[in-house]
């Protein structure tokens, strides 16, 4: 299974309007770009290259047309309660995005997030990941799923509903649980803590997932279901591996070299080795949870961007009002 592409169905009307880059390019003519080249080096994840000219081009679009829908949302809210004669009530507006390992998620929400936050109707703009809502390693290791780390069953996804439940029900201090990407598991006590944002940006692999029967109260509940925005970033399979194994590099020399890590026994291996390590672990775990729950989830987005080889997007599918 490769990358999302109108060709494959040709034959099937699609939801979505394809934007090639050039044309989306043009829209940046119209909108601010209030970051500079400072803030996004500060912002590019670890792996995925972002320049001013590429937020220029993608992001700044992006967060306008984003803000255009957050308006109308917040404008049918206003004239419902005006309808229903009840008291201005505050509904958090929520953006989730979801892709594979490697393609650039964390860039992207950060990006996101700086730039909607300047946006004088949206100044409080919080960010999540799904990874503070992974099962603790010593329950992955209870049940017997440690090496399907990432896949759905591995979260707290009744945690992370309940929690979403919460942010449209306008609730205050909220707490989110802290993940540490250095000791690979939840940090016990440590929590992030969200009140009442403007916009919330969920950002995981398998925010995207349809509704399954909850094992709680018997109904069928998904994390979309609580989204009014969503964003799922796309790239080739090839270039998903290359860009995984360059990473895996990077960190062999920064966070697996930390005592801490949960890899550090890594760094004992040989450049060869440790390539071949990175290109087992996609094909056995991330490769399958792509093909199996990730990507099959893509269609569900209001907004697909896809990336070629160099990280850089060329499409923008939009699914049609």
């Known amino acids: 299974m490769n990358s999302f592409s109108t060709s494959s169905a040709a034959a099937v009307p699609s ?3 394809s934007i090639p880059s050039a044309q989306w390019r043009k829209l940046a003519e119209t909108t601010e770009l209030p970051l500079s080249d400072h803030d996004i ?7 995925d290259p972002v320049d001013l000219a590429e937020v220029d081009a993608i992001y700044r679009p992006l967060s306008a047309l984003i803000q255009m829908y957050a308006r109308r949302t917040m404008h049918l809210l206003a004239e419902e309660n005006a309808f229903l004669n009840r008291a201005d009530t505050k509904t958090p507006w929520i953006i989730g995005i979801a892709g594979s390992v490697a393609v650039g998620k964390s860039t992207a929400a950060r990006l996101l997030q700086e730039l909607m936050k300047r946006w004088e109707q949206t100044p409080n703009v919080d960010l999540i990941t799904t990874d503070g809502f992974l099962l603790p390693n010593t329950q992955l290791e209870q049940q017997g799923i440690m090496h399907r780390k990432g896949f759905p069953e591995s979260y707290d996804r009744h945690g992370l509903i309940n929690l979403l439940s919460a942010v449209k029900a306008g609730k205050r201090n909220l707490k989110v649980p802290i993940y540490d990407h250095v000791t690979y598991d939840i ?3 440590e ?5 009442q944002p403007d916009i919330l940006i969920v950002e995981g692999l398998n925010v995207l997932q349809p509704p399954r029967l909850s094992s709680t ?3 069928f509940r998904a994390v979309s279901d609580y989204f009014d925005f969503s964003i799922y970033l796309d790239a080739s399979e ?3 591996e290359k860009w995984y194994i360059e990473r895996f590099r990077k960190l062999r020399s920064t966070a697996f070299a930390d005592d801490r ?3 550090k026994n890594y760094m004992h291996l040989t450049d060869a080795e440790a390539d071949q390590l990175a290109r087992d672990i996609w094909k056995s775990i991330n490769l399958p949870n792509l093909r199996e729950n990730i990507a099959p989830t893509r269609t569900r987005a209001t907004v697909i961007l896809h990336k070629n ?3 850089v997007i060329n499409e923008i599918m939009l699914r049609k009002l």
């Open 238 to 240: 090839n270039s998903l």
């Open 309 to 311: 080889d160099d990280h």
């Open 191 to 195: 929590f992030l803590t969200i009140d």
């Open 217 to 219: 109260d018997g109904e």
């Open 15 to 17: 939801p979505y309007v």
């Open 187 to 189: 940090v016990p006590g």
């Open 261 to 263: 890590s949960f890899f």
């Open 41 to 47: 080096r500060n912002l590019a994840s670890l792996g």
